[in-house]
């Protein structure tokens, strides 16, 4: 895509891997999973920061001498809260942290590259004034809020991700972009649905050899029976009448100091 576009850089917007402790056969796959890419790009045209997975914790940032900066290497150029001239804009880009911090950004720039948990409901919060456009990762799916994007993500991993991969093209001449579809009908990927998504039913037939669906996962359980509440004086009264005391309990009771008690 990047060379059918003529793109001159590539940026990955972080998550990398889905675990930040990473064993030699993963750390083997990232090294030559950069090697391809510089290829096609050299150091500084490969630009990189991390997110939240590729960290050793949401709460808070890890040494980055523990990440995975030390693998990757030479091969790509490691941008947080670096600002870049590339083509006529002004380019800024920043880790995932777990509040928001665009405070390098003293001048609003042109572009910028982050990893936001972006969400009309769930969202973190952050200051979008620091820039014209802005694209960033951590959420799965594409979604824009304002004139802020999310990454999508290029080919599906998890159910839960959006089952047509994009990528996102930019000129940083026009801020023209577009979202590019990953898949091409030489090169097809297995897409997973929950069974009760309506986009199984538009799938061509062909095309369901790349189709896994699966039974949507609920958190309900059977239940047999269940109590609503306890009526603790109906059942007082109910023990009185069965033992045949009611006077003795009526005697006793207006003893029983109740001041404080919720009569709920």
């Known amino acids: 895509i990047a060379q059918e576009h003529h793109c001159e850089y590539i940026v990955l917007s972080g998550d990398i891997v889905h675990r930040p402790m990473i064993p030699s056969h993963i750390a083997h796959a990232i090294d030559r999973f950069f090697e391809i890419l510089h290829t096609q790009f050299d150091e500084d045209h490969l630009l990189y920061y991390l997110g939240q997975h590729d960290l050793n914790t949401k709460e808070q940032i890890q040494k980055l001498d523990d990440s995975l900066i030390h693998i990757i290497g030479k091969h790509g150029k490691y941008v947080d809260q ?12 920043r880790n995932w ?43 799965h799916q594409p979604i824009s809020i304002r004139h802020t994007h999310s990454t999508n993500v290029p080919i599906q991993h998890h159910i839960a991700d959006a089952a047509v991969g994009s990528v996102i093209v930019v000129d940083s001449d026009t801020l023209e972009w577009s979202r590019v579809v990953t898949e091409t009908p030489d090169c097809k990927f297995l897409k997973m649905y929950y069974n009760d998504d309506p986009m199984v039913d538009v799938i061509p037939a062909d095309e369901m050899d790349y189709v896994v669906t699966v039974q949507r996962p609920t958190t309900v359980v059977k239940v047999n029976n269940y109590v609503k509440s306890v009526d603790l004086d109906g059942i007082i009264s109910a023990t009185v009448a069965l033992t045949d005391l009611g006077d003795l309990h009526r005697e006793i009771s207006t003893m029983v100091d109740r001041t404080g008690i919720d009569p709920v």
């Open 82 to 93: 670096q600002i870049l001239q590339i083509g006529k804009s002004r380019v800024a880009f």
């Open 97 to 139: 942290t777990p509040v928001q911090d665009f405070s390098f950004i003293e001048e609003p720039v042109d572009l910028f590259f982050g990893h936001i948990t972006l969400h009309e409901q769930f969202g973190q919060v952050f200051d979008d004034t620091k820039y014209t456009l802005g694209f960033a990762g951590d959420i």
